[in-house]
């Protein structure tokens, strides 16, 4: 079964600043990595993925991450967040090989943005 | 387009009572998930239909929810009888089919069991 490890349940960062939202996964077999967003009240929204390819993913928002196979990571960065990315950040994975593909997340990181 | 719609947005029952969750998902999106999040928590997958089968509920407590999408498109999941520890939001999310596609995800429905 694979698993996902999100390191800091909250992460403060000044405005302007940049920011890192670190995930490490664990799987026996391929996966498929996912960033989600999660404002206030509201469902997830994707925010980038990696299915193959290049290692390094740009999404919205500004965002991009990079899939290290060797370290099993997939860290998030924005060079410069804003006030309004305030969220929980999810990490997600779910298979490649086929059968059930439902997604296996973190427990989330909380960005808060300080003025 | 529309998004993932649910119902109802909030809930509140005692324990041992019954509960239903409607999803509505985008049209013509052939997978539809059902997600269960506590508080502080990722979610976590319950059930994942393609069309109206089923294609993974090995985390669906079995004993007490169910869920069904009879005709391939509207979903309902239902926990009878409630505990204490199914407070959480319950997250409808649905994709085009199974295969490299993105899953929208529904506003969620909060359930408080007291």
């Known amino acids: 079964a694979q698993s996902v490890t999100q390191l800091d349940s909250q992460v403060p960062v000044f405005e302007e600043a940049p920011v890192e939202l670190r995930c490490n996964y664990s799987?026996?077999?391929?996966?498929?990595l996912f960033w989600y967003v999660q404002y206030p009240n509201q469902g997830l929204q994707l925010l980038l993925k990696?299915?193959?390819?290049?290692?390094l993913v740009k999404g919205i928002n500004g965002f991009e991450a990079e899939f290290n196979k060797s370290q099993t990571s997939f860290h998030l960065r924005k060079p410069s967040v804003h006030i309004s990315d305030t969220a929980e950040y999810f990490c997600?994975?779910?298979?490649?090989?086929?059968?059930?593909?439902?997604?296996?997340f973190g427990k989330g990181t909380h960005l808060i943005i300080q003025p | 387009e529309a998004g993932v719609a649910q119902s109802p947005r909030y809930k509140i029952i005692e324990k041992r009572q019954s509960v239903a969750f409607w999803c509505n998902p985008i049209?013509?999106?052939?997978?539809l998930y059902w997600y269960q999040q506590i508080l502080g928590q990722g979610p976590k997958l319950l059930i994942q239909?393609?069309?109206?089968?089923?294609?993974?509920d090995s985390q669906l407590p079995k004993d007490r929810f169910s869920a069904e999408r009879l005709k391939g498109v509207d979903s309902t999941l239902k926990i009878q009888p409630a505990k204490l520890e199914d407070s959480a939001v319950y997250l409808c999310?649905?994709?085009?089919?199974?295969?490299?596609?993105?899953?929208?995800f529904g506003q969620g429905t909060r359930l408080t069991v007291v």
């Open positions: 999310a649905s994709s085009l089919n199974r295969v490299n596609t993105e899953a929208f």
């Open positions: 799987s026996s077999v391929s996966v498929y």
């Open positions: 990696y299915l193959s390819g290049s290692t």
């Open positions: 997600a994975v779910s298979l490649s090989g086929g059968g059930a593909d439902g997604l296996t």
């Open positions: 049209s013509g999106h052939a997978t």
């Open positions: 239909f393609q069309n109206n089968g089923v294609v993974d």
